[in-house]
């Protein structure tokens, strides 16, 4: 991907298998502490190498605006923040890659569709809700969209099976 771009590629490896059990286990989302810590590797990161924005492709705009000043002057830029659902999967999808099929409102977390049906099953509605009006509040999906997405859904087998197994979990803690 980064190759067919012309964008060169850091991997930066952490480990957040402590965010993803305590949320697995207590059925909730991992997403705000997993992009806490995510936000905060990636900002050190730019400070330390003295690069001032972080362009990342959120959905959601910080109150109306695409971006965000962070500590150490590093500016967010959620890149796709002002974009329709629709706009961005056409971008997406015009992209040399091919798109998974995973559970959940993203194309690159194994983890939410397995936490979200759990919070389904604990709550009765989806974790996705306040994210999802939030779209539709802003006029980045339309209500029907956010209905259809906001339903509780199963994770496959193959993927509970992969997140309990790499987490040291039993699926007998369900």
Same mark, same amino acid.
């Not at 605006?65 to 329709?84: C, D, E, F, N, W």
């Not at 049906?117 to 802003?138: Q, W």
């Given at each position: 991907?980064?190759?067919?771009?012309?964008?060169?590629?850091?991997?930066?490896?952490?480990?957040?298998?402590?965010?993803?059990?305590?949320?697995?286990?207590?059925?909730?989302?991992?997403?705000?502490?997993?992009?806490?810590?995510?936000?905060?590797?990636?900002?050190?990161?730019?400070?330390?190498?003295?690069?001032?924005?972080?362009?990342?492709?959120?959905?959601?705009?910080?109150?109306?605006?695409?971006?965000?000043?962070?500590?150490?002057?590093? $500016?967010?830029?959620?890149?796709?923040?002002?974009?329709?659902?629709?706009?961005?999967?056409?971008?997406?999808?015009?992209?040399?890659?091919?798109?998974?099929?995973?559970?959940?409102?993203?194309?690159?977390?194994?983890?939410?569709? $397995?936490?979200?049906?759990?919070?389904?099953?604990?709550?009765?509605?989806?974790?996705?809700?306040?994210?999802?009006?939030?779209? $539709?509040?802003?006029?980045?999906?339309?209500?029907?969209?956010?209905?259809?997405?906001?339903?509780?859904?199963?994770?496959?087998?193959?993927?509970?099976?992969? $997140?309990?197994?790499?987490?040291?979990?039993?699926?007998?803690?369900?």
């Amino acid at each position: 991907m980064t190759k067919s771009l012309g964008v060169p590629l850091k991997i930066i490896k952490a480990d957040y298998s402590d965010i993803f059990r305590d949320a697995l286990l207590r059925s909730e989302s991992p997403c705000s502490r997993c992009s806490e810590r995510t936000m905060s590797i990636l900002r050190r990161y730019a400070r330390e190498n003295g690069y001032k924005y972080i362009i990342t492709g959120h959905e959601i705009p910080f109150g109306g605006r695409p971006y965000r000043l962070m500590k150490g002057g590093i $500016v967010q830029i959620r890149l796709l923040s002002m974009m329709t659902e629709e706009e961005r999967m056409r971008i997406l999808k015009e992209l040399p890659f091919e798109l998974p099929e995973l559970p959940g409102y993203t194309t690159n977390c194994l983890i939410i569709g $397995v936490t979200a049906e759990r919070f389904c099953k604990k709550y009765g509605y989806s974790p996705e809700n306040r994210r999802l009006a939030t779209l $539709v509040r802003l006029g980045l999906m339309d209500r029907e969209r956010a209905e259809e997405r906001a339903r509780c859904r199963g994770a496959p087998e193959w993927q509970k099976m992969l $997140v309990y197994q790499q987490l040291g979990l039993n699926l007998d803690d369900e």
